[in-house]
């Protein structure tokens, strides 16, 4: 059964977001981007839960708060801010307010929690259910995690044991060696490591391992310096491709060597690879010691088949992402038998290729909702492609062969091969016997 929810937020493309997600769960979402409309249809409705942001104009989500849980106590109520600290989360807490999420959230962990504030302020049971992504941990697993984390929905155990590695390894020294097949989302990864409580003013830079020079890493600490950030961590993309120079300065910017040692916290990095420390060291990829730098710390991250629970909701949110960004006013629906398929396929690409089938089948499909045959059909469509394929390569290895009889043959003489090929030559006991 669907419940009335207002989302609050004058962000356009989050309020879609959080909409589209609410909706696909079944329930009646109204939305606004301003607070005072938010504040009079509270006024006038019967709503089961509302979501709002904390900034906004004319009126902030503990304002809005205050002036709801006058008219109506028993109204739960979400704050979602990327702009709390832990002491305002407290305060909000104390004040009554049922919940508060830090942007970039899981916005999955957040319809659940929703529909449990919702379910135990209709048996009268609001106050024992008020928590944040800051508490700690619960014992129930479908809470999700303590803290915010979007790479992964984290429904399967290996993909929730992972966020949780992350984060007992965000305050980790110099070097973190993060290791994945190919369409791992290695940014969204690294953007959740940003946003973990780390106790120090901290900026997270991006950089390929091919990009990296003295003017590169120099600049962007002397710019983290200018803006008072303490500690700055670079993000290293594409280790198979950093080149002997690279590799120099980079251990000389993890060491805290001259000139790169101008900020209070120094520096570290986050390298990004499909493959393993030795296997880069075995290949001369990295010397001794940037290899003994990168051993402090290694973190496979899974891949999409062996988190097989965590698809359908990747699933959802990236067709509603996609949806927004085709210009669609509805979003399409993944119905149960599409996610059990999507489940079922290896997905060698990993989260990439998942975006872009799902994105072909959206184009290929302006519909409400997507049915099995949809990605069935594009299945049948790729496995024909590579049947073909492998009829071709197997014609060109007969080719090759049947060229190589010739030549023998013809004793590699131009005319004889002519002749073969135009049915005109003749064997000779010579020619047999090279055959």
């Known amino acids: 059964m669907g419940y009335k929810v207002l989302i609050v937020d004058d962000d356009a ?3 879609q977001l959080l909409t589209d997600i609410f909706r696909q769960a079944g329930h009646d979402v109204k939305s606004e981007q301003n607070p005072l409309s938010a504040l009079e249809r509270t006024e006038n ?24 849980r006058e008219a109506k106590p028993e109204l739960p109520i979400v704050i979602v801010s990327a702009y709390l600290s832990n002491a305002n989360i407290r305060s909000l807490i104390e004040e009554g307010i049922n919940g508060v999420y830090i942007k970039p959230l ?10 449990d504030l919702i379910s135990q302020s209709k048996v009268g049971e609001l106050g024992a259910h008020q928590r944040t992504l800051s508490d700690q941990e619960t014992k129930d697993h479908t809470d999700r995690l303590p803290f915010p984390f979007r790479a992964f929905p984290c429904v399967h155990q ?11 390894l965000r305050n980790f020294k110099s070097t973190l060696v993060l290791i994945g097949d190919s369409g791992t989302p290695f940014n969204q990864i690294c953007k959740d490591l940003s946003i973990f409580d780390t106790g120090q003013t901290e900026h997270f830079e991006y950089i390929q391992a091919s990009k990296v020079s003295s003017d590169s890493l120099f600049g962007r600490l002397k710019n983290a310096q200018i803006n008072n950030i303490q500690r700055l961590t670079f993000v290293i993309r594409d280790l198979e491709d950093i080149t002997d120079a690279a590799r120099d300065l980079i251990v000389s910017l993890i060491k ?8 209070p916290g120094g520096a570290r990095a986050i390298f990004c690879t499909n493959r393993d420390v ?3 060291y075995d290949d001369g990829l990295i010397d001794d010691r940037m290899y003994v730098l990168m051993g402090a710390g290694e973190l496979r991250v899974p891949n999409l088949r062996s988190i097989p629970d965590d698809i359908p909701a ?3 949110q990236l067709v509603s992402e996609i949806a927004a960004n085709l210009g669609y006013a509805e979003v399409p629906k993944l119905g149960a038998g599409s996610s059990k398929l999507l489940k079922s396929w290896s997905w060698a690409g990993n989260l990439e290729e998942l ?7 959206i184009r290929e499909n302006p519909c409400d909702a997507l049915t099995p045959e949809m990605f069935q059909g594009k299945n049948k469509k790729s496995e024909v492609a590579v049947k073909e394929a492998d009829f071709i390569e197997m014609l060109n290895a007969q080719k090759k062969q049947i060229l190589m009889g010739i030549k023998r043959i013809s004793n590699h003489r131009q005319d004889n091969v002519d002749a073969i090929l135009s049915g005109r030559f003749e064997t000779t006991d010579e020619s047999r016997k090279t055959a």
Do not use: W
């Open 314 to 316: 990747l699933a959802c």
């Open 158 to 168: 290996k993909s929730e044991a992972f966020a949780r590695r992350l984060f007992e």
């Open 45 to 68: 409705e019967d709503l089961d839960l509302i979501i709002t942001d904390q900034r906004m104009p004319e009126l902030t989500g503990h304002e809005l708060f205050k002036r709801v």
């Open 278 to 280: 030795d296997s880069l």
């Open 256 to 263: 805290g060597e001259p000139p790169y040692d101008i900020l």
């Open 355 to 361: 975006k872009q089938t799902l994105e072909r089948v």
């Open 106 to 115: 899981n916005v999955f962990a957040l319809l659940k929690q929703a529909e």
């Open 13 to 15: 493309t989050f309020n």
